[in-house]
């Protein structure tokens, strides 16, 4: 009936010394017991009210109390809010938890900090209606970002004055959830874990959403394992890896970390030296490394208008370069193999000739006593067999030979000839006539990023070049349809 | 045990009946419920049914919860006959019929079903504590401004309604500043327009050169002309002596009225904000001087501290360089004058207009004057029986008011230990306390949930404003003496018309307690601020002009949230600037 159970009252009589209190007594009292705890407790909050509190305190029970001409109640007054704590093995039975304390102890303890006094703070909560951006006043708004002003957008305003705007460092928060797939992922790629167990990796950051928070932690992460990890090609390759399943991604919004992933990208693909043992199969790290960067190029050229640029300059460079190991120049075959035909009947084709020339004293074995030179030299030769027969290849394809058109195309290059043939073929001035073909063979080779080269004398200059061997790179059936 | 149950079967099947009635009688009809629950249980506790009442009670009490909780609660707890002869709210319930008012048609139904049914204990409850009112032949009217009417006993209804028939005098007084500011004002334009006058004279003989010179007169004299016939304030002879203000103080003043910024719902005040720091919740109250110098906060350790934020200073107005290269400290951070006397906590504070005593009201059931200058205790007034709840300063000072748990608010004036007029009639303590700017009136906000105005003179009681349904906690009366605004416990503001007694508008947005309200010097402007951490402000100009037209709601300028301070006290300058003060309190998890 009355919150207040009779047998309460019971345990109260009994702590007064009435041992022997009446059932009906005590159920007869129950219901009063709680009406005037209900009325003490609507004083109470009264007094809390006047107070402007909006939390009941002891003061004000006390305060109740003494306004019903009643004792207080001493010994709870305390600012800090009471602790209750459940008596074992009851579930709804509550004490305060209150130590006894001994008085030695409190006595001969050092003297607490005295609390800080109270004080008065003035600022201004508005200005004409409204409120200064200043630490004493809430966040106008916690949840919409700052505008971003840039001051350099702002006309008129000299670049000293930029400095005085400070930029407040932002803050990033990533979520645990996320550090730890973090770790673990870079954890598992620097140990080199099974195959299986990376192809999940692998997987996941292809697939997974919500990892672009990780992008520029992944960035950094690559690009010092690959500074770090030169000499340790399963690494490398596990990172080239990673940087591909980033760049499947759909969900991640790569382009601006792109700069900061290319330099490592292009290092895993010309680089010198790339695992630490000289016979360690890295040609095929540079293969898959060449396409990574044509599909770099390929997605993101329309972002970066001068991404590919830059990237076939480098490549360019390394390939052009007689200094440059030969492991650097496989790289950038490859590479720019990797782009498209056109890049190589630009840059390759061209160039072709003067480099086979240097390229096949190394490839003998009286002029190159060094196996493994041979050996990468060969590698070159392959590539750039590959790369012009693909490029063939494509030709073919897209602009089919005709027939007819040779007599037409000799008078055209001879006149051509006429005009430019001095400066392009200065060396072939002393050629004889009859070596006309040949000639011109050599003139479509260094011809062949033009538009209307002919496809036939660029096929017969590459068997020149390669030899038979050429052949077999450029496939049967469109090869039917040429003139030799 | 038969008769228990068949109360809690009749009232539901009425409460069905009710609920499953036609939606344009329903509104009427759903009022009856509240009464006759309240009544089905107390009946039910009068005859010992305690178990039974209880379990009553808490099956219907989801109904009736959002509009009446607090006094639910003061119910709850009555389970025996002795209570409810105790209990404050029961007694009045029991000893008043209640109001309901509705339409013929609602009438006619209400009483065919009780006849019909034979519910006789419906019909009784009805017949013995109800007061059915008919008002309308016909259609149910819209008789939702009477909404607050059905809670209030019948008994009170008729006394409000006779009480607020009384005639009361809502001008300003004259000679008060205000009035003297506008007289100068006007002389100065007499003047002004004599010396044209004059110079009209002498413009016939010097065309040129006057001509230049009227037109800037005529410029200057239509700024000042503007303002006194915006207002049509009728002036009133003040019934009290009123005190000799000193000159200084009364040039100042009127220097400050001249400098005042003009408020409008384009202009917002600025708002000069005073944090209480460290108080781990002691303090009680607070509040600003006039010119917003001294800042006093009353604690519940009955101490008082005052603040002398003219020493603290602006730092930019008053540090200069050279000293605070040798005070290190934060300029912001100063002592302050603790003043020690009461021997309970301080519940109320407040500041003379002149700035240089100091009222206090506490715990212990007295009021004590201090002054600023002595930092000393004057005098110890003591008349209340209970702890005094809130205290004010009269608009021209010398004569205070004070309001208690006793039931009663008192008026004092400081040169006698004994009040002048004791003002008794709310039916539950008197929380809060405030002067009509003419010094004729006090306005005193109860718990009884009422507003009521008296007049000082007689001591007799004039208005009694009745509509909100929590404790009053904070009233603010408008400059030119025909607003009044109050604000309740459950974070509404009402604006009151005093010659009509009715409410112009409801300002809802508050979620927290309203503690405290202030019109701005030209009464443009109300700011409100609140335990829900906000201050804000609201276009009085907008509907005041409209007082016929009651859709239209006072309009929100603008909600300034503060970093957990609840606001305390709030009071415009002279010069219309906004103080503000609030204790600090960070929330924490409990």
């Known amino acids: 009936m009355s919150i207040v159970p009779k047998e309460t009252i019971h345990v109260i009589a009994q702590s007064i010394g009435i041992s022997n209190l009446h059932d009906d007594v005590a159920a007869a009292l129950a219901p009063d017991v709680e009406y005037r705890m209900r009325e003490i407790m609507q004083e109470a909050i009264k007094c809390m009210r006047h107070s402007k509190r909006s939390v009941l305190t002891t003061d004000d029970v006390n305060t109740a109390l003494s306004l019903r001409n009643v004792e207080p109640l001493y010994g709870f007054a305390s600012g800090d809010p009471l602790r209750f704590r459940r008596a074992v093995g009851h579930s709804d039975l509550f004490f305060i938890d209150d130590r006894e304390l001994d008085c030695k102890e409190i006595t001969e303890a050092p003297l607490t900090k005295a609390p800080l006094d109270t004080a008065v703070m003035a600022h201004w909560l508005a200005i004409e209606g409204i409120q200064p951006a200043i630490p004493e006043n809430v966040p106008i708004d916690p949840l919409s970002a700052p505008p971003e002003v840039k001051k350099s957008d702002i006309p008129g305003l000299k670049p000293d004055q930029m400095t005085v705007d400070l930029k407040l460092p932002v803050k990033h928060v990533l979520s645990r959830e996320l550090q730890l797939y973090f770790e673990k992922i870079t954890e598992l790629i620097v140990t080199g874990a099974d195959d299986v167990l990376l192809k999940d990796v692998f997987a996941s950051l292809a697939t997974d959403s919500g990892l672009h928070p990780l992008v520029p932690y992944f960035t950094q992460f690559i690009a010092d394992e690959v500074t770090r990890g030169l000499n340790d090609l399963p690494l490398l390759f596990s990172l080239m890896r990673v940087a591909r399943s980033l760049l499947l991604n759909p969900h991640i919004h790569i382009e601006p970390y792109l700069h900061q992933l290319m330099p490592s990208v292009v290092t895993c693909l010309v680089a010198k030296r790339l695992g630490g043992k000289n016979f360690v199969n890295h040609w095929e790290l540079r293969d898959f490394t060449a396409t990574l960067i044509a599909f770099i190029c390929k997605r993101f050229g329309h972002a970066y208008y001068n991404l590919q640029t830059r990237v076939t300059k480098t490549l360019l460079h390394a390939f052009l370069d007689p200094k440059r190991a030969m492991t650097q120049h496989y790289g950038a075959v490859k590479g720019i193999a990797a782009l498209g035909s056109k890049l190589v009947r630009l840059l390759i084709l061209p160039n072709l000739e003067v480099y086979i020339n240097l390229l096949l004293p190394e490839m003998s074995s009286q002029d190159q006593a060094n196996e493994l030179k041979r050996y990468e030299a060969i590698r070159v030769y392959g590539a750039l067999q590959a790369a012009a027969g693909n490029c063939i290849y494509e030709m073919l394809q897209s602009a089919p030979p005709s027939r007819k058109k040779p007599a037409n195309n000799k008078s055209q290059s001879t006149t051509r000839k006429d005009v430019d043939g001095d400066a392009s073929m200065h060396e072939e001035d002393g050629a004889d006539d009859k070596d006309e073909g040949v000639k011109r063979r050599r003139r479509a080779l260094s011809e062949a990023w033009k538009e209307d080269v002919e496809v036939g004398d660029l096929i017969n200059s590459l068997v020149d070049l390669f030899g038979e061997e050429m052949l077999p790179f450029i496939p049967m059936r469109e090869m039917s349809k040429c003139i030799l | 045990d038969n008769e228990a149950g068949r109360y809690k079967e009749s009232y539901s099947k009425l409460r069905n009946w009710v609920h499953s009635s036609l939606d344009l009688y329903k509104t009427e009809l759903l009022r009856i419920l509240y009464p006759v629950f309240v009544h089905c249980y107390m009946e039910l506790v009068a005859k010992g049914f305690a178990q039974e009442a209880r379990e009553f009670f808490q099956s219907f009490r989801d109904d009736h919860q959002p509009q009446h909780i607090r006094d639910l609660q003061k119910l709850e707890g009555v389970i025996t006959p002795q209570h409810l002869q105790e209990n404050e709210t029961a007694c009045t319930l029991q000893e008043n019929k209640v109001h309901v008012k509705m339409c013929q048609y609602s009438f006619e139904l209400l009483l065919q079903y009780l006849q019909s049914t034979e519910s006789m204990l419906m019909l009784g409850i009805v017949n013995s504590h109800i007061n059915l009112k008919a008002v309308l032949p016909g259609q149910p009217a819209a008789l939702v401004d009477d909404d607050e009417s059905s809670s209030l006993p019948a008994k009170v209804q008729a006394v409000v309604e006779a009480t607020n028939q009384k005639e009361i005098h809502w001008g300003i007084l004259e000679g008060s500043l205000e009035d003297k500011f506008e007289k100068q004002i006007a002389a100065e334009l007499e003047k002004a327009d004599a010396d044209k ?200 000072g010398h004569y205070f008011a004070s309001a208690s748990y006793d039931r009663t608010a008192r008026v004092w004036s400081m040169d006698r230990l004994q009040p002048l007029r004791i003002m008794a009639g709310h039916l539950s303590d008197v929380d809060c306390v405030q002067w009509h700017v003419n010094c004729n009136y006090i306005a005193t906000g109860s718990s009884d949930k009422t507003v009521r105005l008296w007049d000082v003179q007689t001591g007799e009681c004039v208005r009694i404003f009745t509509g909100h349904r929590s404790m009053i906690v904070s009233i603010a009366m408008s400059p030119d003496g025909l607003f009044m605004a109050s604000g309740d416990e459950d974070g509404a503001i009402m604006m009151w018309d005093l010659a009509s007694s009715r409410c112009v508008t409801p300002l809802l947005g508050h979620t927290g307690c309203v503690w405290s309200l202030a019109f701005s010097g030209e009464g443009s402007i109300l700011a409100s601020g609140s335990a829900d951490n906000t201050v804000r402000l609201w276009d009085v100009n907008g509907s005041s002009k409209v007082t016929a037209d009651k859709t239209r709601r006072l309009r929100l300028l603008k909600t300034l949230p503060t970093k957990s301070t609840p606001i305390y006290t709030l009071r415009f300058s002279r010069r219309n600037l906004l103080f503000v003060a609030g204790a600090f309190s960070p929330s924490k998890g409990h």
């Open chain 2, 197 to 396: 006058d004059a110079e009209t004279d002498e413009a016939k003989k010097r065309a040129a050169d006057g001509k230049v010179k009227r037109v800037k007169r005529d410029k200057a004299g239509k700024g000042l002309k503007a303002e006194p016939a915006a207002r049509s304030v009728p002036r009133l002879k003040p019934e009290l002596t009123m005190p000799l203000l000193t000159d200084d103080f009364e040039r100042q003043a009127l220097d400050d009225l001249r400098n005042r910024v003009k408020l409008g719902s384009t202009a917002l005040p600025s708002v000069s904000c005073y944090t209480f720091v460290n108080t781990n919740n002691s303090l009680n109250c607070a509040s600003i001087s006039a010119d917003g110098a001294y800042l006093a906060g009353g604690f519940s350790d009955s101490a008082i501290k005052l603040w002398d934020m003219v020493k603290m200073g602006e730092p930019s107005m008053y540090s200069d360089a050279g000293k605070q290269s040798l005070n290190k400290r934060p300029t912001s951070i100063r002592h302050y004058i603790r003043l020690v006397g009461h021997a309970g906590p301080v519940y109320g504070v407040d500041f003379s207009p002149e700035g240089d005593s100091l009222l206090s009201a506490s715990g212990d059931c007295t009021i004590r004057l201090w002054s600023t200058r002595l930092n000393a205790n004057l005098a110890c007034y003591k008349g209340h029986n209970y702890p005094v709840w809130d205290v004010q300063y009269s608009p021209v």
